[in-house]
């Protein structure tokens, strides 16, 4: 099984700044297998990025995804009100999939 | 429209079994591998079982330990999961969510159903 680990676990920041979020996989993989996801409060995830850097329809380009063999980053380089919210990293590099522990950006 | 509307979730006692159905519409159904993810409340989330779009190959997390069984009927659109033995550790959100045929991401999710495992 191939570990996720995000971190840091909460990041407090306010609305404008940058927020770059930290997923280590504990195996290397192909940059095609690496998504990120967003989840609000009672609501589903929502696709935001994959194969590393490339954004799902209808995500905003402040969302960029960069890394490769085992650390891999999100960057949100402005954050909007509607950024606040669990960030997951999923792998598919094996079929046994996984997620990361998720990181929750909150508002300082 | 892609939709997805998962259904089934209740509360059970341990050992009990459920099957959560998860009814699909706007796409076609039979071209995609279809996925079960849950999220215990207040928690991470947690990849369950794959299944590809003819139902010929089928995958669950380990920790499951061979209880969970997931299927699907093309002919109705329709994702399955069957819950056995299950323990209080069960409990949990159960979403359905769409494998992207083009890339790997899973593109569209159901709101999710509530199983409740207890006494």
């Known amino acids: 099984e191939i570990v996720l680990t995000q971190s840091p676990g909460t990041l407090s920041l306010s609305p404008g700044e940058r927020a770059t979020l930290s997923c280590r996989a504990s195996?290397?993989?192909?940059?095609?297998?690496l998504a990120w996801y967003q989840q609000k409060p009672g609501q589903p995830p929502r696709l935001l990025i994959y194969?590393?850097?490339s954004r799902a329809t209808g995500i905003p380009d402040r969302f960029s995804g960069s890394g490769s063999g085992t650390h891999f980053t999100l960057t949100i380089s402005r954050l909007e009100p509607e950024d606040f919210a669990v960030y997951y990293c999923?792998?598919?590099?094996?079929?046994?999939?996984?997620f990361g522990g998720g990181t929750t950006v909150e508002i300082k | 429209e892609v939709q997805l509307v998962e259904s089934g979730g209740r509360l059970v006692k341990p050992g009990g079994s459920l099957r959560l159905s998860c009814a699909t519409s706007?796409?076609?159904?039979?071209?995609?591998?279809m996925n079960w993810v849950r999220q215990t409340p207040g928690k991470g989330l947690e990849w369950v079982s794959s299944?590809?779009?003819?139902?010929?190959?089928?995958y669950y997390a380990d920790s499951l330990m061979g209880r969970f069984t997931i299927s699907r009927d093309n002919s109705k659109n329709s994702l399955y999961l069957l819950l056995n033995s299950l323990r209080a550790e069960d409990t949990a959100v159960y979403y359905c969510?769409?494998?992207?045929?083009?890339?790997?991401?899973?593109?569209?999710w159901g709101q999710g159903t509530l199983v409740t495992v207890s006494s």
């Open positions: 969510a769409r494998d992207n045929g083009n890339y790997f991401g899973h593109d569209f």
């Open positions: 706007g796409f076609t159904f039979s071209s995609y591998s």
């Open positions: 299944i590809t779009s003819s139902g010929t190959y089928k």
């Open positions: 195996q290397s993989l192909s940059d095609i297998y």
């Open positions: 194969a590393t850097s």
């Open positions: 999923q792998q598919f590099g094996s079929s046994l999939l996984t």
